[in-house]
């Protein structure tokens, strides 16, 4: 069972090598000139006015919490996927049409309360 | 040698060859994914593209990576450090790790019969020949699992720039991203449903008679928008709108480092046609059961190309939508479309 997931422990180890290489061994290679003018963050030709860490739109933060809601109950829906063909039949859609329905209904009152929009 | 140890030993050889296959082949196919990008545009705007460069330009990604390989890398002041690093690394790893689950071919059995019942127990005393890095039982979970990392290496990539453009960049893509993973996620739950598997390869195996296409037409349909959303193609790139933020996340990365995240991008763009291959369009399957099994992975081959071919093709064809329009779009069309889609399929599944 377990050693079903052995190729993939081995080709993570290829593929972050590759990655790990590429990003730091590369870069090596190229000439260095470094100038204060070249190192500043583009800002369409005009020196940076502030730096770029600053606050943004309280939207981001309530798509991120939205997703976690919706996102895990997708989740969750998988293994409920998997077996209703073959054991759970109309016992698991009742119960999965009521989950869905639950959710239907968090997703009208985010809907109504004016989450979804962006302004 | 034990034979445990044989085993083991056996197993790690094969899987170096094969993912030094899969390696090569991605990063082939992303090379050229750039060339046939510039060509279907400049066609399709009656222009000739890139042809100066070898025959037709077919030497064009050499001498792109030639170039990426040699330049001066630039880094913004102020940027942070480990995170501007990480991000490209991540990025590349993502993008092919994500890749190891899917087969291209059926599973061959070496010095053995072909037998049935589970994935185990299928070959008999021979050797089973999987046609992808690792056969796992939650394939699609953990396809779905790694590709949603990429977020992480775009928001870290905008993040860590200390730029503004990176910024918006970023932040536009994190929310754009879960936000049309949802719809990706929901549509996809309709094959699982028909097919009452997991395992990628059970998955095709379930359309010998019909591909889920023709069962599943709106989830293929959400499936593929909630792909181009996924890899940021147009009409969905608002992430790197070049018209209002320069190049987006990866405005302040140059050399190399670019060349990580754009091949990250071409990747997820083969990962998710894939994808779409394996649980919509019948995977290795030709459209005649008698074809010799060694045409799998051409067949597997050409559907991606063809859909890869759609979405360059959609690039010109729609124009780019309003980020406020693009958030609606996906969580007040296609997910309550994919909630729908998903009881509708149940319904059926369960009845039959």
């Known amino acids: ?119 | 040698m034990s034979p445990a140890a044989t085993s083991v030993l056996l197993a790690v050889v094969v899987t170096v060859v094969k993912g030094l296959l899969v390696i090569i082949v991605l990063l082939t196919g992303f090379a050229y994914l750039t060339l046939i990008e510039r060509k279907v545009s400049a066609r399709i705007q009656l222009r000739y593209g890139p042809n100066r460069v070898g025959p037709f330009g077919l030497i064009q990604p050499a001498a792109d990576a030639v170039k990426l390989l040699f330049k001066e890398k630039v880094a913004p002041e102020g940027r942070d450090r480990f995170l501007y690093l990480l991000a490209p690394a991540l990025a590349a790893c993502a993008a092919l790790f994500a890749f190891s689950a899917i087969p291209v071919n059926q599973t061959i059995c070496i010095a053995g019969t072909h037998g049935a019942g589970p994935l185990s127990a299928r070959c008999p005393g021979g050797y089973p020949l999987h046609w992808d890095v690792a056969n796992i039982n939650v394939g699609l979970l953990f396809i779905l699992a790694i590709t949603s990392l990429g977020v992480y290496s775009i928001f870290l990539a905008g993040w860590a720039s200390n730029s503004k453009y990176s910024l918006l960049g970023g932040l536009r893509s994190a929310a754009q991203l879960i936000s049309y993973e949802m719809a990706v996620s929901f549509a996809l739950i309709g094959p699982v449903l028909l097919a009452g598997s997991l395992n990628l390869e059970t998955v095709v195996n379930q359309q010998h008679s019909l591909w889920f296409v023709f069962l599943q037409p709106m989830g293929f349909l959400l499936y593929f928008t909630g792909a181009l959303a996924e890899t940021n193609r147009l009409p969905f790139d608002l992430p790197e709108a070049e018209s209002e933020l320069v190049a987006g996340y990866h405005t302040e990365y140059s050399g190399m480092r670019f060349g990580l995240l754009q091949m990250a991008e071409f990747v997820n763009v083969i990962t998710v046609c894939s994808i779409a291959t394996v649980m919509f369009l019948g995977g290795w399957m030709g459209p005649f059961f008698f074809l010799p099994n060694w045409l799998g992975p051409l067949w597997f081959g050409a559907k991606v190309g063809l859909l890869i071919f759609v979405m360059m093709w959609v690039r010109w064809t729609f124009p780019r939508l309003r980020y406020d329009r693009l958030m609606q779009f996906g969580w007040k069309v296609l997910l309550p479309l994919g909630m729908a889609n998903v009881l509708l399929t149940s319904v059926f599944v369960a009845l039959h």
């Open chain 1, 1 to 119: 069972m377990l050693f079903d997931y052995l190729p993939l422990l081995v080709f993570l180890v290829m593929v972050a090598a590759l990655g790990v290489g590429l990003t730091f061994g590369i870069p090596l290679l190229g000439p260095r000139h470094p100038s204060t003018a070249k190192g500043l963050p583009y800002e369409c030709g005009i020196v940076p006015a502030e730096t770029a860490r600053r606050r943004f739109s309280v939207t981001f933060y309530l798509t991120a919490m939205l997703f976690i809601v919706f996102d895990v109950e997708a989740i969750f829906l998988y293994p409920w996927a998997v077996l209703v063909r073959s054991t759970l039949h109309i016992f698991g859609l009742v119960e999965m049409t009521i989950f869905i329905a639950l959710l239907a209904v968090a997703l009208l009152y985010v809907w109504r309360k004016g989450a979804l929009e962006w302004d």
